[in-house]
């Protein structure tokens, strides 16, 4: 069964403190994997897409890495405004439902000042 | 000038009653979805449609019913609403039924008393 899994499930850091976010995954066939920004009270909104092991994405001060098990989302320098929280999803090349999205559960991510 | 937009953003009702949200969306995108997001945020697709056409119905109560009249909206009726429906809705589009690039709108949040 085709499985996402994100953690730390909550993350605090000092505004300049770098870090990293894990998403680990079990699909049969992964098309891709996606990963979105989800502010409060508002929908979740797409940051990377990663194809094949080894990809590496990067956008300001977010880069998303794919190995064959997980993706990373590392964070560098962090500011407060890139307090959210932060999900993972995978698109599985099964036959039914090819364009299904699983979700993870999400890392919350707060950046004190 | 908003991509996808549903009404309304809040929905508190009684069990029992029956309730629609709605949704548009002005991309010029081929295929909506509607999600279910509950309280541990954990984002699930319910329904799937391509240019007005159901190709994804996870299993979901038929107490749900999507209706698509055109492929720029997907509407969603909810028969004899239970607690356990309480949650926050998401409509998304994407530009073709395999892409996992997804647009979303700002959410319904249902509330059942």
């Known amino acids: 069964e085709d499985q996402v899994t994100q953690s730390p499930e909550a993350l605090r850091l000092q505004e300049g403190e770098s870090s990293s976010l894990n998403c680990s995954y079990t699909?049969?066939?992964?098309?891709?994997l996606f990963w979105y920004r989800q502010d409060p009270g508002k929908g979740p909104e797409f940051l990377f897409t990663?194809?094949?092991a080894g990809e590496e994405k990067e956008k300001e001060r977010l880069k998303a890495t794919l190995t064959k098990k997980e993706s990373f989302l590392h964070i560098t320098a962090p500011k407060p405004e890139d307090s959210a929280t932060y999900l993972c999803?995978?698109?599985?090349?099964?036959?039914?439902?090819?364009?299904?999205?699983?979700f993870g559960t999400g890392t919350r991510l707060t950046v004190i000042p | 000038d908003t991509a996808v937009s549903q009404t309304p953003k809040y929905l508190v009702t009684q069990m029992g009653n029956d309730k629609s949200i709605k949704c548009e969306q002005n991309?010029?995108?081929?295929?909506m979805y509607w999600y279910k997001q509950d309280s541990k945020k954990f984002l699930k697709i319910m329904f799937s449609?391509?240019?007005?056409?159901?190709?994804i119905n996870e299993t979901v109560p038929n107490r749900f019913s999507p209706k698509s009249p055109d492929k720029a909206h997907l509407n969603l009726h909810i028969n004899s609403l239970e607690l356990g429906d309480s949650a926050v809705y998401f409509c998304?589009?994407?530009?073709?039924?395999?892409?996992?690039?997804?647009?979303f709108g700002a959410g319904t949040r249902l509330s059942v008393l």
């Open positions: 998304a589009s994407s530009q073709t039924a395999l892409s996992g690039i997804q647009y």
């Open positions: 699909v049969s066939g992964l098309r891709g």
């Open positions: 990663l194809y094949s």
């Open positions: 999803a995978v698109q599985a090349s099964s036959a039914a439902g090819a364009n299904n999205l699983f």
């Open positions: 991309l010029g995108h081929d295929t």
């Open positions: 449609y391509n240019n007005k056409e159901l190709i």
